[in-house]
């Protein structure tokens, strides 16, 4: 069986902090994909980043960056210089060697960025 | 974005009756997801197809049923629909160009209320 913990259910920031989003997730197996996905007041879900079991390496995109590390079995999102716009709840999701490739969601991290 | 459309988009209804939910598509995606989301839980999976009469059980799989006769429409119905099914219900749909670790695109959602 394969879980995802997202331990914060809400953060509150001002806009220009910096915040970051904790993800640790159990899995037995060895090839998996981690995602983030964001939902914004409107409710749609949209897609962020998938990060592969074998690449380890930091991402940045923008304001945007995730650090991956295997060996505590998290997949952490910071948010630099946070905007009003990125106040959204954030869901990181595992994607296992299962039948189908399902997606197992965490609880999701509400962030809210005031002014 | 995957051209995914859901509907209805609200529906109330009452206890013991049956409700059928559709999704479409347009983009000719192989796999087509049912999540359903509640507060604290984040998506959990519902049901899931592989191609078209092929469809399989996820996590919360009781209480419905799926079916699939054409590539672009993946329908959920609740036979005898319950208060505990009040929930908002996302289509999501995977290309495997990326492989089978592809991400997943999300409609717009489903909001169920059953009183």
């Known amino acids: 069986a394969q879980k995802v913990t997202q331990a914060q259910t809400e953060i509150s920031v001002v806009e220009k902090e910096d915040v970051t989003l904790d993800c640790v997730y159990e899995t037995r197996d060895t090839t998996y994909y981690l995602f983030w996905y964001k939902q914004p007041p409107s409710g749609e879900l949209v897609f962020l980043i998938r990060?592969?079991?074998?690449?380890?390496q930091n991402e940045i995109s923008g304001r945007y960056s995730w650090n991956f590390q295997k060996s505590t079995s998290s997949f952490n999102f910071t948010i630099t210089a946070s905007q009003v716009v990125d106040s959204a709840v954030y869901f990181c999701?595992?994607?296992?060697?299962?039948?189908?490739?399902?997606?197992?969601f965490g609880g999701g991290t509400r962030l809210m960025v005031k002014p | 974005d995957a051209g995914i459309t859901q509907s209805p988009r609200h529906k109330v209804t009452e206890t013991g009756t049956p409700v059928t939910l559709r999704c479409h598509q347009t983009?000719?995606?192989?796999?087509m997801y049912w999540y359903r989301q509640d507060p604290g839980h984040g998506l959990r999976l519902i049901h899931y197809s592989y191609g078209v009469k092929d469809t399989d059980k996820g996590e919360v799989s009781d209480g419905y049923s799926v079916s699939r006769s054409k590539t672009e429409d993946f329908l959920l119905t609740l036979e005898s629909a319950t208060s505990s099914q009040t929930s908002v219900y996302f289509c999501a749909t995977k290309d495997l160009a990326g492989g089978v670790f592809d991400e997943q695109f999300f409609g717009p959602g489903t909001r169920l209320t059953v009183l």
């Open positions: 990060r592969n079991s074998f690449d380890e």
């Open positions: 983009e000719n995606h192989r796999y």
């Open positions: 999701a595992l994607s296992g060697d299962n039948a189908g490739n399902m997606l197992t």
